[in-house]
Nanobody, 118 residues
Framework: QVQLVESGGGLVQPGGSLRLSCVAS????????MGWYRQAPGKQREMIAGITKESVSNYKDSVKGRFTISRDNAKKTMYLQMNSLRPEDTAVYYC????????????WGQGTQVTVST
């Protein structure tokens, strides 16, 4: 079972930036498509960005143009650069290998909290 550890969240003002990291255990990371998900209070978890093992990316419209997903297979790490953050981006952010729009293949990690507020 792959373990996923997210980090890099925090409190930031609107318009600010954060860079999230996701480190995966095991040796299959480079063979997996991966994704970033988020869950806001009272809402379902949603996938907001995905990246194939060849580093082809796709984004939910709400983050397109502001967020950039990337990966370093040698480090078994995926990143999410978040710019121009908005209060509606406030959520717990998770990473996983996608099994659907809201689900992942592996057990969910603890996630990392992102709060956008003045």
């Amino acid at each position: 079972q792959v373990q996923l550890v997210e980090s890099g969240g925090g409190l930031v003002q609107p318009g600010g930036s954060l860079r999230l990291s996701c480190v995966a255990s095991g040796n299959i990371f480079s063979r997996l498509a991966m994704g970033w998900y988020r869950q806001a209070p009272g809402k379902q978890r949603e996938m907001i960005a995905g990246i194939t093992k060849e580093s082809v990316s796709n984004y939910k419209d709400s983050v397109k143009g502001r967020f950039t997903i990337s990966r370093d297979n040698a480090k078994k790490t995926m990143y999410l650069q978040m710019n121009s953050l908005r209060p509606e981006d406030t959520a717990v952010y998770y990473c996983n290998a996608p099994a659907g729009a809201e689900t992942g293949i592996f057990n969910w990690g603890q996630g990392t909290q992102v709060t956008v507020s003045t």
